[in-house]
């Protein structure tokens, strides 16, 4: 591979993406009990590199002669609890306790363990319980029903008077049993079913209770793996430095210096970045220190935050691509009583996640083996594939937990630099990344500018409604082919479809791309800017109608009875309507996402020197069929300290064309003093499953914004809060 800037290697695996967006799945079954679940094909078929050994991870399910279950987990575990709601599926279905049933990460392979709702092997969007609801059910009933016929067939009786429990099959008349290990091999034997019947939800004996996390102990202990875990034998460690201008290039590096620091093995120059690799971390960090790398800025040298701003305030007066248009919004606008306006700003968002970026690579001529925490495994060993020009079976990915993703570890930008270096390195070599690089070269949520406008009546109700949206396109970059007619779905989310209901709306969105820097899905992606806008100026509607901000939301809710549903619940809970202490008010928001309806009241107390702390958050969730109901409310409370964080501390500026937070002292999260109380409450119903570890982060922000406005009259309109409230001498 030839030293390319990462910019250059970007554009030149571009291609390769969008071809491995081809993706099909099937089923298998081999040797012992092996069962795979078909999930919906798109695009052409290739062969998967697993083919059927005995007990191979090669598809959801398998159970050994001992009456082990294991899962395979076609998404990983990153905090949300997933590696133990899926294996409640199975369990379900399969009638086996959940504790019992081991789980492995699953493989690159997009045949088998593609997610059904977006069509590659991924975890993101809040999709994994709603994408494996049936099918990991059905996996479990298949199983379920192949290893009663087995047992009917061995004591030659009808498979109806037999049933299943806690791993065993017993045929009831006469109380015979045999438990599932005794009968792999016969159940193997057998055609696999296609349609088999389900559980009602009124015989559910799992789904719905609170489960204990299967992957607790292992992080207790000490025993569970990340990626910046790995260690193996004759493992060398690299430190990085890119550019920290965006498009800027490596000049000089003092490479003597560097290697007078013991431990320090090699220098890897690249175009815009440099490596310093040793026989530790500390020496290679030492070593980045003694290199004293020097940049040429290039073309975004003078590039600040404020213009980006002011290219996202021209954009935003021209026309966009149209996501919505309903009635005459102008027209009637102009006949309206009263026109309210209003603009908002959403800054860079870094994702900040407590593991930082790290990659872990062997490469020779004949493989290359990968070892690293990655949400789209399969991309990324396409990406792998493309630029190293080895085939499939030769590039061999170990995926890990990871010590967080909120979108960062979608991109797959961290392997590439990781691959850079390791094909200039013998041996293994581990590629992390500081907690400064990590802020500094992070690939971040866009600015987002948002002009938006109603026409009310004489009552103060909204008649018309227009919102135009500035900002970047992710999906043009990562999934260009879900655009349609030029728009970014992603940009436009609790925009277009807003839950209020209006004869005459019209949005459209404008993209505006920041000079040089690469934008990305930050947990809650569009529901989140959207849902802020939207709340925010719903609540701004209220107040100038001088009307309660429930009951505005209410009367603009009667074809949405789940999510008026929610509000009304969350302001019971909440005590709304009773007066909060002197210097407190109540803010609340309404959010629709990922199939989940969410309502949060946010009590803050403001001081007198304009310092905002949240002391409440009152909670409501209505997200379908609850698999694990703990874990629901756990995912609340991260979402919403999450989102808090953001609200009031969040924000990556730019100044000579460089980002200048750098750790967590200038990028701030909420400190556990600072924490809110959180109260959550889950809506019983038999819906389909809804997402759940975005939505609370889309909610709270603008139910923070609104409490602030009941306690100060100042209205919010620039995220983050930051010190907007405190008072200017």
């Not at 009786?157 to 045929?171: F, L, N, Y």
């Not at 989102?643 to 924000?651: F, I, N, R």
Request: net charge neutral; with cysteine.
């Amino acid at each position: 591979m030839n030293a390319l800037s990462m910019e250059d290697m970007m554009e030149e695996i571009s291609a390769a993406r969008r071809n491995f967006l081809k993706f099909s799945a099937t089923a298998a079954i081999g040797g012992g009990l092996l069962i795979g679940f078909a999930v919906p094909a798109r695009g052409e078929v290739r062969d998967t590199l697993t083919t059927n050994p005995p007990f191979a991870p090669n598809a959801f399910l398998r159970i050994d002669r001992t009456g082990k279950v294991t899962f395979v987990c076609p998404v990983i575990e990153m905090g949300q609890g997933t590696y133990t709601s899926m294996p409640m599926l199975i369990a379900e279905e399969l009638e086996v306790d959940v504790n019992k049933v081991a789980v492995e990460h699953s493989p690159p392979d997009d045949k088998l363990y593609a997610n059904p709702l977006i069509g590659i092997q991924i975890t993101g969007g809040s999709t994994a319980v709603r994408g494996q609801y049936l099918p990991l059910r059905r996996a479990g009933a298949t199983a379920r029903v192949m290893l009663i016929s087995a047992a009917a067939q061995r004591w030659k009786v009808d498979p109806a008077t037999c049933r299943s429990q806690k791993g065993e099959v017993i045929h009831t008349p006469s109380g015979r049993k045999l438990g599932y290990g005794a009968l792999v091999d016969d159940a193997a034997k057998l055609p696999v079913p296609e349609n088999v019947a389900l559980k009602e939800p009124a015989q559910f004996k799992v789904i719905g209770t609170s489960q204990r996390r299967l992957d607790t102990s292992g992080k207790v202990n000490g025993t569970a793996k990340y990626g910046i875990d790995t260690r193996l034998p004759g493992m060398k460690f690299a430190v990085v430095a890119a550019s920290p201008a965006f498009g800027g290039k490596l000049v000089a590096v003092d490479e003597a210096n560097a290697k007078a620091v013991r431990g320090v093995t090699q220098v890897v120059r690249l175009p815009d970045a440099v490596a310093i690799v040793a026989t530790n971390t500390w020496a290679a960090k030492q070593g980045l220190a003694a290199a004293a790398p020097q940049w040429d800025a290039g073309p975004n040298a003078k590039l600040s935050t404020a213009d980006v701003v002011a290219q996202l305030a021209s954009a935003s007066e021209r026309p966009g691509v149209v996501a919505r248009h309903d009635g005459d919004a102008p027209g009637v606008m102009g006949r309206a009583a009263r026109r309210i306006d209003a603009v908002y700003e959403q800054p860079f968002l870094a994702h900040a996640t407590m593991e930082p970026m790290n990659c872990t690579l062997h490469v020779t001529k004949e493989r290359c083996e990968i070892w690293l925490g990655t949400q789209i495994p399969g991309i990324t060993q396409a990406i792998v594939m493309t630029l190293t020009g080895l085939k499939r079976e030769q590039v061999i990915l170990h995926n890990h937990l990871l010590g967080g993703g909120f979108g960062r570890r979608l991109e797959f930008d961290g392997t590439v630099r990781a691959l850079q270096i390791a094909q200039q390195v013998q041996g293994p070599v581990q590629v992390i990344y500081t907690r400064e690089e990590d802020i500094q070269q992070d690939m971040y949520r866009p600015y987002y500018y948002d002009r938006i406008s109603a026409g009310v009546d004489a009552q103060g109700k909204p008649i018309a409604w227009t919102h135009r949206i500035a900002g970047s396109s992710i999906y043009a970059r990562s999934f260009p082919a879900a655009l349609k007619n030029g728009l970014d779905p992603d940009a436009v989310a609790s925009s277009a479809d807003l839950p209020y209901e209006f004869k005459d709306i019209h949005v459209d969105w404008v993209n505006q791309e920041p000079p040089g820097i690469k934008t990305a899905f930050w947990r809650g992606v569009g529901v989140t800017r959207g849902t802020f806008v939207v709340e925010s100026f719903i609540d701004e509607l209220a107040a100038n109608a001088k009307q309660d901000p429930l009951a505005y939301r209410l009367a603009l809710l009667d074809k949405n009875p789940r999510a008026r549903a929610v509000l009304q619940k969350a302001a019971q809970q909440s005590g709304w309507g009773k007066s909060p202490p002197t210097g407190q008010g109540r803010g609340i928001a309404l959010c629709i996402g990922f199939d989940s309806f969410i309502a949060q009241v946010v009590q803050v107390s403001i001081d007198k020197e304009g310092g905002v702390s949240p002391t409440h958050v009152w909670c409501v969730v209505d997200c379908g069929v609850q698999v694990n109901p703990d874990t629901i409310r756990a995912q609340m409370e991260s979402g919403i300290i999450f989102g808090l964080s953001a609200a009031l501390y969040g924000e990556i500026t730019l100044k000579d064309g460089r980002v200048e937070q750098t750790n967590f002292g200038d990028y701030r999260v909420l400190r556990i003093n600072e924490a809110p109380r959180i109260d959550v409450q889950l809506v019983k119903s038999v819906e389909a499953p809804g997402g759940i570890g975005e939505p609370g982060t889309s909610c709270v922000m603008p139910a923070l914004t609104n409490a602030i406005f009941a306690a100060s009259g100042k209205r919010v309109r620039k995220l983050p809060v930051g010190d907007q409230l405190q008072q200017k001498g």
